[in-house]
């Protein structure tokens, strides 16, 4: 299991406002398709107090060729966080190993519900971890 992280390949993201969603700054990974190093990312997400009940805060990792165009990972299912018993959702941390075939570029994707509460105080961090 890798544990080493470096502070230029970390970003972090203030949750959007309910009913929204925002994009952390991209990664540039360094090489293109197919990867000879498999890449893993730790997502980490604070206790979300405020996430209403039932509503979701969804977090989709997505890659691109140029660094422009982005497009969910293949293969990677979304991380969902829901509230519950009036007390918002549990703090999450995940690492997922990412596919040989993952392009470049890459970055996250955070969704928020309508009438989900505020969760604008929370940020979302993401880091390679070598």
């Known amino acids: 299991m890798h544990s080493l992280k470096d502070a230029l390949l970390i970003r ?3 949750l959007p406002a309910a009913g929204a969603a925002a994009n952390t700054d991209r990664i540039d990974l360094g090489q293109a398709p197919p990867n000879e190093f498999r890449f893993e990312v730790e997502l980490d997400l604070p206790a979300l107090p405020s996430l209403a009940d039932t509503k979701k805060a969804t977090i989709v990792l997505e890659d691109s060729a140029d660094g422009t165009t982005f497009a969910a990972i293949p293969g990677l ?3 969902e966080v829901a509230g519950a018993g009036g ?3 549990e703090a999450i941390n995940r ?3 990412l596919p040989a075939d993952v392009r470049q570029y890459l970055r996250a994707n955070v969704t928020v519900e309508a009438a989900a509460g505020d969760n604008t105080a929370q940020s979302l961090t993401m880091a390679l971890v070598f």
């Open 87 to 89: 007390t918002g959702a």
């Open 95 to 97: 690492r997922l190993r």
């Open 77 to 79: 299912a979304a991380l």
């Open 12 to 14: 972090t993201l203030a």
